[in-house]
């Protein structure tokens, strides 16, 4: 007995030609992507801070300038900051408005003799001309 079957077309051969990725090279592009995220993203973490530390430099400029001007044009006296803040710089137009410390975003001032542990983001000290974070820590000198 023979079999006849109804068609007698060939059989397809699957092109195998088009390929995707391996895991094994996703696993790599990912891993190289990695290493270079590691590289890169602290390099800008120092820049933001490194321009933080530029304004702040910047700002203590301008107010050791405006509170020499002030002590100049007002009988030799420093504004007071312990009882004023900064309104007696920004009310005569010695400052457009008070400072913010680009490092605490705060704009409150305290000079030194004031009461201690006071939550301030600038601390003046008019002797040496130098500002301060809360903590006392030199911020330029």
Same mark, same amino acid.
């Given at each position: 007995m023979s079999v006849v079957f109804r068609s007698q077309r060939p059989m397809r051969v699957i092109n195998r030609t088009k390929r995707g990725f391996t895991l094994i090279e996703i696993l790599i592009v990912v891993v190289i992507l990695g290493i270079l995220a590691a590289i890169v993203i602290p390099q800008f973490t120092n820049a933001s801070t490194d321009a933080a530390n530029a304004s702040l430099r910047s700002q203590l400029q301008t107010i050791r300038s405006q509170l020499e001007l002030? @002590?100049? %044009?007002?009988?030799d006296t420093y504004p007071d900051l312990i009882n004023n803040g900064w309104d007696d710089l920004v009310d005569n137009d010695y400052? %457009?408005?008070?400072? @913010?410390?680009?490092?605490?975003?705060?704009?409150?001032?305290t000079a030194i003799g004031a009461a201690a542990g006071a939550d301030v983001g600038w601390i003046w000290d008019g002797a040496d001309l130098t500002a301060t974070d809360g903590a006392g820590a030199v911020f330029v000198e």
């Open positions: 002030f @002590r100049v %044009q007002n009988g400052l %457009q408005s008070a400072p @913010r410390n680009p490092l605490q975003a705060a704009a409150t001032a």
